[in-house]
């Protein structure tokens, strides 16, 4: 993380409002001394929450990344990303339900891809999957999700499917931050994705009126393969030679 560069960027936003270091400190809730040190760059073990707001009172957006390998990080998300889409069409097909991965559309310049379109022949039902190997930018991935489900119809008869019910689901892996990205945001969550694990997994059994559910799924290869403890060895020490008398 580049904290120079990000006091500096604080700094020329700062001035280009005309604003004094003690107004922005004010509207984010800290002192003017702590805001003092976030424009010299000094936030190393500042609580990056604070930083956070600093950034969001001044209109700005604090984008922090995680490099590791080139892009070893990036084979690695995908990776993980790749497993969860394969459990989720994996439970699909126990329900008895077809499914179709990175389904793109382009209607009349909507354009984007569903990670999993699933289609229940029987019920005639089709179900928009959003999968997350993390929850990023809630209410944006809400909205994408939710103008996807708008297109749903539009989606499945290109593949031929025409529903009669439509529904959304939202997988996400199952981790603590995970869980509690959505504990902190409980109401946005409860309000687009209010059916979770039981009565998701029972509708997937038997789809009928609308879902709109939240699921959390365990990746088989958490972040990568696990490696597995070793168990216990016996050690045995060289036998020293007897002197002989």
Known sequence: MDTLRIGRSLRGLRIRRRLRQADVAAAAGISPSQYSRIECGKIRRMPLEDVETVCTSLGADLDVRVRWHGEGLDRLLDAAHA??????????????????????FNHFGDRGS????????AARALLVIEVKSVIPDAQSMIAAHDRKT??????????????DLVGSLLVVADSS????????????????????AVDVRSWLRNPSGCLRGLL????????????????????????TPRNRR
């Open 114 to 121: 569903v990670d999993v379109l699933g289609w229940q022949p």
């Open 216 to 239: 959390f799924l365990r990746n088989s290869r958490p972040g990568g393969a696990k490696e597995r403890a070793p168990g216990r060895e016996r050690v045995r020490l060289p036998r």
């Open 177 to 196: 931050t995970s869980r509690q990205r959505v504990h902190d945001l409980a109401d946005l969550f409860a309000k687009a994705y209010p059916q979770r």
């Open 83 to 104: 497993d969860l889409v394969n459990r989720v069409v994996r439970l699909l097909a126990t329900n008895g339900w077809e499914s179709a991965i990175e389904v793109t």
């Open 150 to 163: 708008r297109l749903a119809e539009v989606i499945g008869r290109s593949r031929g499917w025409e529903p």
